[in-house]
Structure formats: structure tokens, C-alpha cells
T-cell receptor
Framework: DAGVIQSPRHEVTEMGQEVTLRCKPISGHDYLFWYRQTMMRGLELLIYFNNNVPIDDSGMPEDRFSAKMPNASFSTLKIQPSEPRDSAVYFC????????????????FGAGSRLTVL | AQSVAQPEDQVNVAEGNPLTVKCTYSVSGNPYLFWYVQYPNRGLQFLLKYITGDNLVKGSYGFEAEFNKSQTSFHLKKPSALVSDSALYFCAGPNNAGNMLTFGGGTRLMVKP
């Protein structure tokens, strides 16, 4: 398996533009997670899906952020409109089985999408 | 509130010396705990995890971690550091609701030749 695949690896855009980040999880994994990493806030969980259904989106910072998982092999994280404070590295991760105390399952992370909003 | 904490932003160690990267947890009972490593411009990679049983867990690249219930700690250790071990290390554990994994703030390990 090629692992978790994220695109684009780098995105530079201007404030107000729409940004779409994409993720292909490992085949057969039933959980998908979106994290954001910044120097100030560290690694934050934005949203996670189980069997393509959003389970917890309490980490999504604002209504400008939305995430979808139309099928088991694809997910998107959209920011519209983007702002400079959205600049960060966004990671997608997948696992077979849940995380936390529902199961000590290992997350496999993608290489990340580095977003810069000017 | 985060369930795990990493008290050190950075740890410096000379190559060949033992290294310790600290992690404490605040979840009650016996939580699942993990260590992940992040190399520059890469995603996080799994190193090891504690579930139950033996308190000393061995993982990838010669790393190990000791679960200490009395001190609520899960420190990462390696007997002899390599320059290539220089990276960002994250401890992770369940959130208070027990339904997702949260990560500590990360500790940058610098191993100098």
C-alpha cells in the first residue's frame, strides 16, 4: 500500500480564496482523521470520520472549514474563505479501528499539506 | 484538557549518550499511550504503544518506553542516541471522553555528534 496520500503537498493562496485539501486513506481503514499543525497550537484534531460518517467535528475552528468523505477512499477539507491565520500544515491520518480508549489502534499519517495564505 | 503533557520543548543529547523524552498523562485507569516521531517535512510515524501488561514497551529504531502508574508517566528512552534520531517526538493518549487520540505539544530532540 502506498500509505495515506495527501494533495497538494504545498499550497500558496491569497486571503479570501477557497482552498481544498485532499486525502486518500489506506485501503480498508475505517477511520479517517484531519489534524492541523502549527507552531503556536501544536497538533490539533479537526474532525474525524468512521465509515465515511463524520463523528466529531468539535475541533473545526469556524464555519469557514468543512470536511467531507463521499466514499471510503477519498476525503476533502475545504476552507472558504481562507485567512492568513489558516496557514499551517494539515495532516490526514487513517486507522483500522478507533483511537482513544475505543481501541489502541495505530494512526498512519500522510505527509501533510503545507498551506500558506498571504 | 489534554490527557498527555510533554514538559520539555527541547532535549539536547550527545551522540552515544542515553536519551529520555518525558511524557505524563492525566487520564484515569490504564490508558492506551503512544509515541510518534516526526522527521522534517514528513507526517508522524508510529514508534510504540502501551496497552496493558509489561510496563516496558519496546518499539522501532531501538526506542523503548516505560509506563509508570505511580508517577503517571510514559517516558521514551534509548540507551545510545544517534544523530539520525534528531526529530520531533509526540506522546499521545485518549482524551477525557475516551473517544479520540490527543497529542502532547511535542519535544524536539537534538542529538549532536
Amino acid at each position: 500500500d502506498a500509505g495515506v496520500i495527501q494533495s497538494p503537498r504545498h499550497e500558496v493562496t491569497e486571503m479570501g480564496q477557497e482552498v481544498t485539501l485532499r486525502c486518500k486513506p489506506i485501503s480498508g481503514h475505517d477511520y479517517l482523521f484531519w489534524y492541523r499543525q502549527t507552531m503556536m497550537r501544536g497538533l490539533e484534531l479537526l474532525i474525524y470520520f468512521n465509515n465515511n460518517v463524520p463523528i466529531d467535528d468539535s475541533g473545526m475552528p469556524e464555519d469557514r472549514f468543512s470536511a467531507k468523505m463521499p466514499n471510503a477512499s477519498f476525503s476533502t477539507l475545504k476552507i472558504q474563505p481562507s485567512e492568513p491565520r489558516d496557514s499551517a500544515v494539515y495532516f490526514c491520518a487513517s486507522s483500522l479501528g478507533g483511537a482513544g480508549n475505543t481501541g489502541a489502534n495505530v494512526l498512519t499519517f500522510g505527509a501533510g499539506s503545507r498551506l500558506t495564505v498571504l | 484538557a489534554q490527557s498527555v503533557a510533554q514538559p520539555e520543548d527541547q532535549v539536547n543529547v550527545a551522540e552515544g549518550n542515553p536519551l529520555t523524552v518525558k511524557c505524563t498523562y492525566s487520564v484515569s485507569g490504564n490508558p492506551y499511550l503512544f509515541w510518534y516521531v516526526q522527521y522534517p517535512n514528513r507526517g508522524l510515524q508510529f514508534l510504540l504503544k502501551y496497552i496493558t501488561g509489561d510496563n516496558l514497551v519496546k518499539g522501532s529504531y531501538g526506542f523503548e518506553a516505560e509506563f509508570n502508574k505511580s508517577q503517571t508517566s510514559f517516558h521514551l528512552k534509548k540507551p545510545s542516541a544517534l544523530v539520525s534520531d534528531s526529530a520531533l517526538y509526540f506522546c499521545a493518549g485518549p482524551n477525557n471522553a475516551g473517544n479520540m487520540l490527543t497529542f502532547g505539544g511535542g519535544t524536539r530532540l537534538m542529538v549532536k555528534p
